[in-house]
């Protein structure tokens, strides 16, 4: 019965380390960027601590395997447990510790786990367990553990649960790893009822965590934001939070801000009008990207538009923004439009898949702050959309700033015009981003900026257009190559832009 606890107890410390990893590596994810550097580092930091914690588990004396094994797992129960909960208030509340921090708890974190599996086997062969059965068996548990939460964590522990909850409970499933040795082994312990009391108050401390989750992630929220939160929701795909101060609504997606209702109009005006001013004739309009519905309400605004398909990623998104009372106003229910198609799918999939040819074109995804993110800038995805774009059809895309981010911004340039487009770059200034950049892309002709407008607009008009394609001397021209998807070279130049932008 002793050795079945032991081997079963590899399954679940397996399961708990690999989960640690996943959540420092999305959280890290969510709060500084996706990046080879961070998860290389993240990776190799744990890798290189559980070398360490398994060189230190031979000075465990042969009589004190259990004893170190259930103080390791409380130990790491609470470490890794916590350690959701730590780094997202640190990021919150402190900011420039958040790094430290992280590494920091990942090292402690993988030294621990990097200790358990010698002291288990130890444990195992001072029970008269075969060599060859011991490595067996130990190692299948420890790999069906690594397997079951790589599968869960996409599936069902991030987006359900959330990172802080899900540390919590890994927390809570090591601690009773310890809780069962003790019990199971009890007769071969010293201290019994003080290691079971320091067991429970592991225990309770993570379990009060898990309850105050939602809690902890406001306060933490409120920090990072500063304004009230209206709506937050983890996702598959990324982290969701509206906030509102007096009459201004803010859209927040990982932590980056993707809107201010008191001046999206002009970032929208900006993307939309010029491309569909310029095709009177234009009957059918794809969005990629825009779930919040804003870009879509300046685009229905033309009577000559019949049909417009919106492909958003996140149906959480899309659900937000058609049924909540303030989002709705907010977009004028574009949604909920008759003319409109939603389709909740990855872009780049969906283009593969489908035969439709649209008059114009408005991509409005994120900024490229992840490879994720960076193939949709790519140009095997740019010459994909091309082919679904009539040739007097135009294509606006949003470009990130030229300012902050002249590398990126011109990366995306090149891009679309090795993609085979003839490109028109433009900005304009938004209050709550500062100078912001677009590119409009033509299958065949020159792009000619129109001097007047049909519709009424808060800022646009023939000379606030002409200044958008204009650009100043301290926004130059960068020669730079174009994004391909076997290096991804957006992504590292925006995210080096904005390092610098920041400091």
Not at 184 to 212: H, I, K, P, T
Not at 315 to 329: D, I, K, N
Not at 366 to 389: C, E, I, N, R, T
Request: aromatic share 12%; proline share 5%; with cysteine.
């Amino acid at each position: 019965m002793s050795k079945h606890i032991l081997i079963l107890s590899v399954f679940v410390v397996a399961s708990c380390g690999l989960a640690y990893e996943l959540i420092a590596g999305a959280l890290s994810s969510y709060l500084l960027g996706d990046s080879i550097f961070q998860f290389s580092t993240i990776i190799g930091c744990y890798l290189f601590a559980m070398g360490v914690g398994a060189h230190l588990s031979k000075y465990v004396k042969d009589e004190d395997v259990l004893a170190r094994f259930i103080d390791i797992e409380l130990a790491v129960g609470l470490v890794g447990g916590l350690s959701a909960a730590v780094l997202f208030l640190t990021y919150a509340w402190m900011g420039a510790p958040f790094r430290t921090m992280l590494y920091v708890l990942v090292f402690l974190v993988g030294m621990f786990v990097g200790t358990e599996v010698p002291l288990v086997m130890r444990a195992l062969n001072a029970r008269q367990t075969s060599f060859s059965e011991l490595v067996s068996k130990v190692l299948t548990f420890d790999y069906l553990g690594a397997l079951a939460v790589s599968v869960l964590f996409p599936l069902v522990l991030a987006p359900h649960l959330g990172l802080v909850r899900t540390g919590f409970l890994f927390g809570m499933f090591n601690v009773g790893v310890a809780c069962w040795t003790i019990h199971a082994f009890r007769r071969e312990l010293r201290d019994v009822g003080a290691r079971m009391l320091r067991a429970s108050a592991v225990l309770f401390v993570l379990a009060g965590g898990f309850a105050a989750s939602d809690r902890l992630v406001v306060w933490g929220e409120h920090g990072l934001f500063g304004d009230d939160i209206v709506f937050s929701t983890s996702t598959p795909y990324q982290r969701l939070v509206i906030t509102k101060w007096k009459d201004d609504l803010r859209l927040y997606i990982n932590g980056n801000l993707q809107f201010s209702s008191r001046d999206e109009y002009r970032y929208h005006e900006a993307l939309v009008h010029p491309a569909l001013e310029s095709l009177p004739w234009a009957r059918s309009v794809m969005i990629l990207g825009g779930g919040d519905g804003l870009a879509l309400r300046e685009v229905l605004r033309y009577p000559n538009i019949r049909h417009v398909t919106l492909v958003d990623l996140d149906p959480a998104m899309t659900e937000a923004f058609g049924s909540r009372e303030e989002l709705v106003r907010l977009n004028h229910a574009s949604l909920r439009d008759p003319r409109v198609t939603v389709i909740n799918t990855d872009a780049a999939l969906w283009l593969q898949n489908t035969d439709q040819v649209f008059d114009a074109a408005i991509i409005d995804f994120p900024d490229p702050s992840s490879f994720a993110l960076g193939k949709l800038y790519s140009v095997p995805f740019y010459s994909m959309l091309k082919k679904h774009v009539a040739a007097r059809g135009l294509v606006a895309v949003q470009s990130t700033s030229p300012f902050f981010a002249p590398h990126a911004y011109w990366t995306v340039d090149a891009t679309l015009r090795e993609a085979g487009f003839q490109t028109s770059p433009y900005h304009v200034y938004v209050p709550s981003f500062g100078e912001w950049g677009f590119i409009m892309a033509a299958p065949q002709q020159k792009f000619a900026a129109p001097s007047q407008y049909r519709l009424t607009m808060r800022y646009l008009n023939g000379e606030t257009t002409k200044e958008m394609f204009t650009f100043p001397p301290d926004m130059p021209r960068l020669d730079m190559p174009p994004n391909r998807l076997d290096t991804q070279s957006l992504v590292q130049q925006f995210e080096r832009d904005w390092r610098q932008a920041v400091r």
